[in-house]
């Protein structure tokens, strides 16, 4: 079964606008992370954001928000005021920390192709 | 500054052949991980490693092996029983406990057929 599921192969915003990239996970874990990496056509993972199954608040880093609606079980990342440099491919990945057992491994979703317009 | 050393950055097989892949780090992380991605795709897991002289199968084990005789050291071999190896391979290690610690990973090997 897939755990993680984005379902956006690609989209497309304008410069300076936000736009949101949506991920929804499946897991059992009680004890789980969210990560969001960016990954530009020179392939390097960035890591962009972190969210746990027990923060209560929404993770935010500068332009960077995660819509946490741990009810849905999804983990949306939204941009805020768009860059041309943002055009990349976006992952959304998790770690179910199951005590440990996991080594912290991740599982990734397909990835969303994000492209920035002037 | 402390990070990822993937090498080579590209790597050609030719039918048959045994390669290896190299992966250093000197983040002093404990846990080491490998990756393989398919054009368009996202990252499968193939082998990882929390400690030193033991390493585990991912999901894409099959036809890779890996060594973890230093903590800083995954080098990662695709043996000639891969019979699809052209892809591009990942390399990351995490600090443990994990906690909020993401994965830092190396800037990958790309790897075709000959």
């Known amino acids: 079964a897939q755990k993680i599921t984005q379902t956006q192969p690609g989209m497309f915003v304008q410069e300076k606008e936000a736009v949101t990239l949506d991920c929804t996970y499946d897991t059992s874990d009680q004890s789980y992370g969210l990560f969001w990496y960016k990954q530009p056509s020179s392939g390097e993972m960035i890591f962009l954001i972190y969210q746990g199954s027990y923060d209560e608040q929404n993770a935010t880093e500068g332009r960077y928000s995660l819509n946490f609606q741990k009810a849905r079980k999804s983990a949306n990342l939204v941009i805020s005021a768009s860059q041309l440099g943002d055009s990349a491919m976006y992952f959304c990945?998790?770690?179910?920390?199951?005590?440990?057992?996991?080594?912290?491994?991740?599982?990734f979703g397909q990835g969303t192709i994000l492209t920035v317009h002037p | 500054d402390g990070g990822i050393t993937q090498s080579p950055k590209y790597l050609f097989r030719k039918e048959g052949q045994n390669v290896t892949l190299s992966c250093e780090q000197n983040?002093?992380?404990?846990?080491m991980y490998w990756y393989r991605q398919d054009p368009g795709q996202g990252l499968r897991l193939i082998y990882y490693s929390q400690i030193v002289n033991d390493f585990q199968k991912g999901d894409i084990a099959e036809g890779y092996s890996v060594s973890r005789e230093k903590k800083e050291s995954f080098p990662l071999t695709v043996t000639s029983a891969q019979k699809n190896p052209t892809a591009f391979y990942l390399c990351?290690?995490?600090?443990?406990?994990?906690?909020?610690?993401?994965?830092?990973f190396g800037d990958g090997t790309r790897l075709s057929i000959l």
């Open positions: 990351a290690s995490s600090i443990w406990p994990f906690g909020g610690q993401p994965q830092h």
């Open positions: 983040l002093n992380h404990d846990a």
């Open positions: 990945a998790m770690r179910e920390d199951d005590g440990g057992t996991s080594y912290g491994k991740l599982t």
